[in-house]
Nanobody, 116 residues
Framework: QVQLVESGGGLVQPEGSLRLSCAASGFTFNNYAMMWYRQAPGKEREFVASVSTNSNIISYVDSVKGRFTISRDNAKNTVDLQMNSLKPEDTAVYYC?????????WGQGTQVTVSS
């Protein structure tokens, strides 16, 4: 079965950095695009970034452009999100997501808290 497991969240000061990682299993990883979403308290889940199967198409929500970088390693079945210059408004639970045969799969999420 499809499984996505996020790691790397934590507490960081404003302008700090974190690297999230998502380990995938149960499907042919290099055949599917991968995405990161986030959900802040009291807000709807929002798209953060996506990467195509061979990393030639990458997209970001405007609020993270120039600060976050998504990358994937098809040999290791992982997708990472490097987050730099973090702001308090980046505080959220971050989720890894993929869509396999029209069904969406989500990880359990990892908490990122940006606070001094």
């Amino acid at each position: 079965q499809v499984q996505l497991v996020e790691s790397g969240g934590g507490l960081v000061q404003p302008e700090g950095s974190l690297r999230l990682s998502c380990a995938a299993s149960g499907f042919t990883f290099n055949n599917y695009a991968m995405m990161w979403y986030r959900q802040a308290p009291g807000k709807e889940r929002e798209f953060v970034a996506s990467v195509s199967t061979n990393s030639n198409i990458i997209s970001y929500v405007d609020s993270v452009k120039g600060r976050f970088t998504i990358s994937r390693d098809n040999a290791k079945n992982t997708v990472d999100l490097q987050m730099n210059s973090l702001k308090p408004e980046d505080t959220a639970v971050y989720y890894c997501k993929t869509r396999v045969f029209i069904k969406d799969y989500w990880g359990q999420g990892t908490q990122v808290t940006v606070s001094s």
